[in-house]
């Protein structure tokens, strides 16, 4: 599929396996993070495997509403247009109301909250204008539902649903798509802890965002969870 897509945090864990998925199909990515070296070591990666120019690393800092901007204009100055955004950067802090630091906090808030209403803003004028395209937010089960030491990720992640579920609502008359994929823990090395047994790997979600995005333009998935369905050493 001959289609454009922005791609944050697309350096390592969730978002490196959306970004390889998609240029697997054909598409082109621009590949959004702040790691220079290991984007760039990525994007020559998958020009050896044969998906040369395909796969543009992007550095920048997803909380920067002025990145935002840069990148969709310089993505539509090279390929003319934006099919798919995922906001899918996001950082994870994980402690007791008690304890939990400020900055961390502010760090989710920022990340995992403030950057895709930022990046959907930015992309959202010339979406409107076609009359077409999609935002998929990678949110979590975090997002739905609460647990000790996760009250800042799942108030971050909350919100996020909050912000993909109004959106879908405004964006409806201009044929515009957005979907919340929910994934359940998955094997990265996301907020510093150790994958559960039961998890998820990166590829599931990328699946999960591929089959969302290739869905007929009539259709819109609102709300996706992804859920493990066996131990990770069974799989
Ligand atoms: O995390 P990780 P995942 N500006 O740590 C980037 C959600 N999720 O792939 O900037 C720009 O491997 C960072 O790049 P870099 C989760 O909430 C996960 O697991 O180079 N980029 C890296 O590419 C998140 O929304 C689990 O450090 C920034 C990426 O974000 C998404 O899945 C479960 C940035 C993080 O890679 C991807 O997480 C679940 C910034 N300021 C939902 N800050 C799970 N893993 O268990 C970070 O339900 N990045």
């Known amino acids: 599929q001959d289609k454009v897509a922005i791609v944050t945090g697309a350096s390592?864990?969730?978002?490196?396996?959306?970004?390889?998925?998609?240029?697997a199909e054909g598409?082109?990515?621009?590949?959004v993070a702040r790691s220079a070296g290991v984007l760039e070591?990525?994007?020559r990666d998958l020009a050896a495997a044969g998906a040369g120019g395909r796969f543009v690393p992007r550095v920048a800092d997803v909380t920067s509403a002025a990145a935002a901007r840069e990148v969709v204009r310089e993505t539509l100055e090279r390929w003319g247009r934006i099919d798919i955004?995922?906001?899918n950067a996001g950082v994870g802090?994980?402690?007791?109301?008690a304890e939990l630091d400020e900055a961390a906090?502010?760090?989710?808030?920022?990340?995992?909250l403030k950057a895709p209403f930022?990046?959907?803003?930015?992309?959202?004028?010339?979406?409107?204008?076609r009359r077409d395209g999609h935002i998929i937010m990678i949110s979590s089960v975090a997002g739905t539902t609460t647990f000790v030491n996760g009250a800042g990720y799942c108030a971050s992640k909350w919100g996020l649903m909050a912000l993909a579920d109004t959106l879908r609502q405004e964006v409806r008359p201009y044929e515009l798509r957005v979907t919340a994929v929910c994934p359940g823990s998955v094997q990265t090395h996301f907020g510093g802890t150790p994958p559960r047994d039961y998890s998820l790997r990166p590829e599931d979600v990328a699946h999960t965002v591929l089959e969302v995005a290739a869905a007929p333009?009539?259709?819109?998935?609102g709300t996706v969870i992804v859920r493990p369905l066996v131990p990770a050493d069974r799989q």
């Open 105 to 112: 906090w502010d760090e989710m808030m920022a990340v995992n």
């Open 12 to 23: 390592r864990g969730i978002g490196e396996a959306i970004s390889r998925g998609f240029v």
């Open 118 to 129: 930022l990046w959907s803003q930015a992309v959202l004028p010339h979406m409107m204008e």
């Open 217 to 221: 333009r009539r259709v819109v998935y």
């Open 85 to 87: 955004l995922v906001n």
């Open 41 to 43: 070591a990525l994007a």
């Open 27 to 31: 598409a082109r990515v621009v590949g």
């Open 93 to 97: 802090h994980f402690a007791p109301v």
